[in-house]
C-alpha cells in the first residue's frame, strides 16, 4: 500500500488490550481494564502492520474508554487504529 494512503481499522474488536503497554509501541498505555488473548492479537496485528491504536493514547475519563456496562462489569473493545507516521 502506498505511503500516502491513510489506513484506517475501527470497530468492535471483542478483544481487551488492557491497560498496560507492556512492550507494545502500538500501545498508548491509557486503555482500561486487562488485557486477554484477543487483545493480544489485536496488538500484535497493530505492530505488524504498523499501526497504533489511537483512542488509548490520550487520557480520558473512565466513562469515556468504557465500550460495554452490564451490572458491575465494564470493558472497552471498541478500538480505532491509524497508521504510525513519522
Known amino acids: 500500500m502506498p505511503s500516502q494512503d ?7 474488536l471483542n478483544g481487551h488490550v488492557g491497560a498496560a ?8 498505555g491509557l486503555g482500561f481494564g ?4 484477543d487483545g493480544e492479537h489485536i496488538l500484535e496485528y497493530a505492530e505488524s ?17 468504557i465500550s460495554f456496562y452490564s451490572g458491575n462489569s465494564k470493558t472497552q473493545f471498541d478500538f ?4 504510525n507516521r513519522d
Open 80 to 83: 480505532v487504529l491509524v497508521r
Open 34 to 37: 486487562s488485557r486477554n488473548a
Open 49 to 65: 502492520h504498523d499501526l497504533t491504536i489511537v483512542n488509548i493514547r490520550f487520557r480520558k475519563r473512565e466513562s469515556h474508554l
Open 6 to 12: 491513510v489506513i484506517i481499522v475501527a470497530g468492535d
Open 21 to 28: 503497554k507492556e512492550g507494545y509501541g502500538c500501545h498508548g
